[in-house]
T-cell receptor
Framework: AQSVTQLDSHVSVSEGTPVLLRCNYSSSYSPSLFWYVQHPNKGLQLLLKYTSAATLVKGINGFEAEFKKSETSFHLTKPSAHMSDAAEYFCVVSKGYNQGGKLIFGQGTELSVKP | EPEVTQTPSHQVTQMGQEVILRCVPISNHLYFYWYRQILGQKVEFLVSFYNNEISEKSEIFDDQFSVERPDGSNFTLKIRSTKLEDSAMYFC?????????????FGPGTRLTVL
């Protein structure tokens, strides 16, 4: 069975400083991993995805994540936070290639960005 | 850019009433999903739908729930007799395929409040 744990429910950074949102996963399959972002009153938008190709994945808006199988982690990073990055971020796992479309979400991390 | 739309954005109903939540997936997508998020909790998978039948459903998706694709564009979630605990944000999603490489595109959600 798959599961995802986001280690922080809330992260607060200052504008221009690095962002680190932590995610650990558990999967009995070779997983696909995603980060989605949700801005207030908006739908869930895909930031990036890992699907067994390169372990360092680059996404939109300067975000990237590194798949570390030995640590079962998929942490999301950004070198320099912007005010517009303030949102809820979800780490998500699926079973993997051709294993079905069901997504399993982490609890979410709320990112606050201070001026 | 194509997007998933959902109506209404907010639905208030009395306990025991039937509700239908509507979604218009992206036009060339073949797989459709419903998820829900109870306030303060994780986003949870409810059901996936392909080729006019349910592909997978969670234990939440009991006999009170049903899904339908009544025409070529709409995808609906019906709750026959709403309970207080059905109050949640309901997200519709669609994808071209079910492989882990296929992104699921989410709508903005319908907030259901059961009184």
């Amino acid at each position: 069975a798959q599961s995802v744990t986001q280690l922080d429910s809330h992260v607060s950074v200052s504008e221009g400083t690095p962002v680190l949102l932590r995610c650990n996963y558990s999967s009995s399959y070779s997983p696909s991993l995603f980060w989605y972002v949700q801005h207030p009153n908006k739908g869930l938008q895909l930031l990036l995805k890992y699907t067994s190709a390169a372990t360092l994945v680059k996404g939109i808006n300067g975000f990237e994540a590194e798949f570390k199988k030995s640590e079962t982690s998929f942490h999301l990073t950004k070198p320099s936070a912007h005010m517009s990055d303030a949102a809820e971020y979800f780490c998500v796992v699926s079973k993997g290639y051709n294993q079905g479309g069901k997504l399993i979400f982490g609890q979410g991390t709320e990112l606050s960005v201070k001026p | 850019e194509p997007e998933v739309t959902q109506t209404p954005s907010h639905q208030v109903t009395q306990m025991g009433q039937e509700v239908i939540l509507r979604c218009v997936p992206i036009s060339n997508h073949l797989y459709f999903y419903w998820y829900r998020q109870i306030l303060g909790q994780k986003v949870e998978f409810l059901v996936s739908f392909y080729n006019n039948e349910i592909s997978e459903k969670s234990e939440i998706f009991d006999d009170q729930f049903s899904v339908e694709r009544p025409d070529g564009s709409n995808f609906t979630l019906k709750i026959r007799s709403t309970k207080l605990e059905d109050s949640a944000m309901y997200f519709c999603a669609s994808s071209i395929g079910t492989s882990g490489r296929n992104e699921q595109f989410f709508g903005p959600g319908t907030r259901l409040t059961v009184l």
